[in-house]
């Protein structure tokens, strides 16, 4: 079945630094890949996507690159600001059929400090 | 334009007894999705309704159950709740009935005692 590979956390840096979160997805045919943002207390924002092969998705500094070949969509951002803190959810989408349900991985807890 | 609002956003009951949680999506957003969050599970998928009909279950026992009204509101019911039913519910909307972004709400906490 469909399933999404997350790197475990929590990830700690320092502020600018640069920062890798690992996905890795299984999935049949061609999903619609996804990372979304959850600060505390709070749902779920949607951050980037990418729909197909070498489709790269970017947001607020944030970029993803969908890799068929290697079945990832690593989250990833030059440097990093404290209010960066949150939890990142890698998640994907059936590529067809008639629904919005999202797969989603265990999630990563990135702290970045001053 | 609002975004997707849940109702309570707390809860506590106590094991056995039901609790019935609400969404309303964003305007003009006909499907919606519930979602339970744990630690020990993370984000698992519970239901998806599209005009007022259940086009996905997940993996949960018959104690949850869910409906969506004709004005796209949802609501999801459990029974004889259980302490491992503490989490947090999340809903989610989408503008397009199959393939298509999905807006959470902030969810509501869920505590069994």
């Known amino acids: 079945g469909n399933s999404v590979t997350q790197m475990e956390g929590p990830v700690t840096l320092s502020e600018e630094a640069f920062l890798t979160i690992n996905c890795t997805y299984t999935a049949t045919g061609y999903p619609s890949l996804f990372w979304y943002v959850q600060y505390p207390g709070e749902g779920l924002q949607l951050l980037l996507k990418?729909?197909?092969?070498?489709d790269k998705g970017s947001n607020k500094g944030f970029e993803a690159t969908y890799r068929k070949e290697t079945t990832s969509f690593h989250l990833e951002k030059g440097s990093v600001q404290v209010s960066d803190s949150a939890v990142y959810f890698c998640?994907?989408?059936?590529?067809?059929?008639?629904?919005?349900?999202?797969?989603f991985g265990t999630g990563t807890l990135l702290a970045v400090q001053p | 334009k609002a975004g997707v609002t849940q109702t309570p956003r707390y809860l506590i009951k106590t094991r056995g007894q039901q609790v019935t949680l609400s969404c309303s999506p964003i305007s003009g957003h006909r499907s919606v999705s519930w979602y339970q969050q744990t630690p020990g599970q993370g984000l698992q998928f519970l239901f998806e309704?599209?005009?007022?009909?259940?086009?996905n279950k997940g993996n949960f026992p018959g104690r949850f159950s869910g409906r969506q009204f004709s004005n796209s509101r949802s609501e999801m019911n459990v029974s004889t709740l259980e302490l491992g039913d503490s989490a947090l519910y999340l809903c989610?909307?989408?503008?397009?009935?199959?393939?298509?972004?999905?807006?959470f709400g902030p969810g509501t906490r869920l505590t069994v005692t």
């Open positions: 989610a909307s989408s503008p397009q009935g199959a393939q298509g972004e999905q807006y």
């Open positions: 998640a994907l989408r059936r590529g067809s059929g008639a629904t919005n349900k999202l797969i």
């Open positions: 990418a729909t197909k092969a070498d």
């Open positions: 309704y599209f005009s007022e009909t259940q086009r």
